[in-house]
C-alpha cells in the first residue's frame, strides 16, 4: 500500500513538471488571451476547465501556472540550501561563540510567524516572484540549519573526523569530504518536506496580490481570481485548489519514503 502511495505521488509530480516544461506546446490557448465574450463560461468542448472572469482559459493558466509554481519552489529551496547549510555546519564545527551566535539567529526567525516575516521581507525588497521567493527561503531557511547543525555535531564525534584532523586535513575539507555527505539524508527529506510547504506559501502570497503579479499565471493568482467570483463562477476554484494539494501531498509523500528509505543509513567514511 505504501509503495503504491509513492508511486502514485511520483507519478503526480512527474506529469506536473512534464506539462510545465511544455506549457507553450501542449497549453491549448495562450494564458493571457482574453476574450470578454466568454468570460465566466463553465466546463466546455472548447474550454476545457471554463473561463476566467477576462475570459482567459483556465486549463492554460493552470499549465502555465504549473511552471510558476515549480520554479518558486526550487528558489525557496536553493536560498534555504544557500543560506542553511553553510551555516548549520559551521556553528556544529564550532560549538560556543560561533554556535550560540548563529542558533540565536535561527530561533529568533523561527520564532517570527512565516507569513509575517514574509510579508516583511517583500515590503522592503519590493513585490514580484523573485522578492516573495527570497523572503520564504529565508523563513524556511532554519529548517536547513538546524539539520546540517545536528548532523554536523553528530558526526564531527565520529573517530575517522578526529583521524582527519590529526593526518592535518582542514575543518573545511572534512565537512566537505565527511559531513555533508552523511547530511544528504536528512537534508533530502527536509528537502522534499519544504518543497511542498514552498508550494502553499507561493500560493498565499499570490493570493494576497504580493507575489506573482498578473496577468502572469500561477495557482495562488487563480485562487485569488476564484474567490472575487466565486458565487458567479464556483468552479474556477476546484482546478488549481486540487493541483495545489496533489503537488503538497505528493511532495510530503516522497519525503515519506525518503525518511524510510535513508534512515538507516550507515556514517560515510566510517
Request: hydrophobic share 55%; aromatic share 10%.
Amino acid at each position: 500500500m505504501r509503495k503504491a502511495y509513492y508511486y502514485a505521488a511520483l507519478a503526480v509530480l512527474v506529469a506536473f513538471v512534464v506539462l510545465a516544461l511544455l506549457a507553450p506546446w501542449v497549453a491549448p490557448y495562450d494564458p493571457n488571451a482574453q476574450d470578454l465574450l466568454s468570460r465566466l463560461k463553465p466546463y466546455s468542448a472548447e474550454h476545457w476547465l471554463g473561463t476566467d472572469e477576462y475570459g482567459r482559459d483556465q486549463l492554460s493558466r493552470l499549465i502555465f501556472g504549473a511552471r510558476v509554481s515549480l520554479l518558486a519552489a526550487v528558489e525557496v529551496v536553493a536560498v534555504g540550501l544557500l543560506l542553511g547549510v553553510p551555516s548549520g555546519v559551521l556553528a556544529g564545527f564550532f560549538p560556543g561563540l560561533i554556535d550560540g551566535a548563529l542558533s540565536r539567529i535561527s530561533d529568533a526567525l523561527m520564532s517570527v510567524p512565516s507569513l509575517v516575516l514574509a510579508l516583511t521581507i517583500v515590503a522592503v525588497l519590493g513585490q514580484g516572484l523573485g522578492s516573495a521567493m527570497f523572503a520564504v527561503g529565508i523563513v524556511f531557511t532554519p529548517r536547513f540549519f538546524r539539520v546540517a547543525r545536528a548532523s554536523t555535531y553528530e558526526v564531527r564525534q565520529e573517530t575517522f573526523i578526529e583521524a582527519s584532523f590529526a593526518i592535518g586535513c582542514s575543518w573545511w575539507r572534512v565537512a566537505w569530504r565527511h559531513v555533508l555527505p552523511n547530511a544528504m539524508s536528512p537534508l533530502v527529506v527536509q528537502i522534499a518536506v519544504v518543497l511542498g510547504a514552498a508550494i502553499t506559501a507561493e500560493a498565499s502570497l499570490s493570493f494576497l496580490g504580493i507575489g506573482v503579479q498578473p496577468p502572469t499565471a500561477s495557482w495562488g493568482g487563480m485562487l485569488s481570481s476564484a474567490y472575487q467570483n466565486l458565487y458567479e463562477a464556483a468552479y474556477l476554484i476546484w482546478a488549481p485548489g486540487i493541483a495545489i494539494a496533489l503537488t503538497v501531498l505528493a511532495f510530503t509523500a516522497l519525503g515519506d519514503e525518503a525518511r524510510v528509505a535513508l534512515g538507516t543509513r550507515q556514517p560515510v567514511g566510517a
